[in-house]
């Protein structure tokens, strides 16, 4: 883990990372497969272990070299800060690069507004921001595909009461992020 330059914005409460994970409704994956890098925006359910996150940079900066920290993200006997449950169509460039490439980067934001100054290099962004890496598996067994869809409807859709016919499950690519390497940062306007 590289330590964040500017170490102040830096979230490191775990209930914070859960509120602002839990405010998002968009991800944003990134990968890369024979054409080059892409980003790709996706609606998500997730599982989050405050105790995990607490734990991660003590994991990180010396106690296991990173490489072996995502080995065992993707033994589902280790645990993860966050695992980030999606959905897709089964074919295409995206379901291709997850099967052949299971490392991804994932981002999200809460846009706060306009930080304003006294001159142009002085404007900025207000936000908060959740970045991280990690190994994306997809899911095969249908009952763990019908709890990673009901996760993201949950998330996304909280009050619905939609339910899930087997033909759409067994249709649709499900896939969990285990994210191994999860930072939060935040920026708000001075006062």
Same mark, same amino acid.
């Given at each position: ?40 925006? +996706?609606?998500? !359910? ?7 996150? #607490?734990?991660?940079?003590?994991? %990180? @900066?010396? *106690? ?17 800060p966050l695992r980030l449950y999606l959905h897709s169509a089964t074919q295409g460039r995206k379901a291709a690069c997850f099967d052949q490439s299971p490392r991804v980067a994932i ?23 959740? +970045?991280?890496? !990690? ?7 249908? #009952?763990?595909?019908?709890?990673? %869809? @009901?996760? *993201? ?13 087997k033909e759409a499950v067994d249709r649709v690519r499900v896939y969990r992020i285990d994210v191994d390497d999860v930072t939060g940062k935040e920026r708000f306007p001075k006062e």
């Amino acid at each position: 883990m590289v330590p964040m330059r500017r170490s102040h914005r830096e979230i490191t409460d775990p209930t914070q990372m859960k509120d602002l994970i839990d405010s998002c409704t968009c991800v944003r994956v990134g990968a890369c497969d024979s054409n080059g890098p892409f980003v790709v925006p +996706m609606s998500f !359910g997730y599982e989050w272990s405050s105790l995990e996150f #607490a734990t991660l940079r003590d994991r %990180l @900066e010396g *106690i296991k070299p990173k490489s072996q920290v995502a080995q065992e993200a993707e033994s589902s006997e280790h645990p993860v800060p966050l695992r980030l449950y999606l959905h897709s169509a089964t074919q295409g460039r995206k379901a291709a690069c997850f099967d052949q490439s299971p490392r991804v980067a994932i981002e999200m934001d809460q846009e706060l507004g306009v930080i304003e100054g006294p001159y142009a290099c002085s404007y900025s962004y207000s936000y908060r921001s959740v +970045m991280g890496s !990690g190994t994306i598996v997809p899911l095969e067994d249908y #009952a763990q595909k019908l709890r990673a %869809l @009901e996760l *993201i409807m949950q998330h996304m859709a909280p009050d619905a009461r939609v339910p899930f016919q087997k033909e759409a499950v067994d249709r649709v690519r499900v896939y969990r992020i285990d994210v191994d390497d999860v930072t939060g940062k935040e920026r708000f306007p001075k006062e």
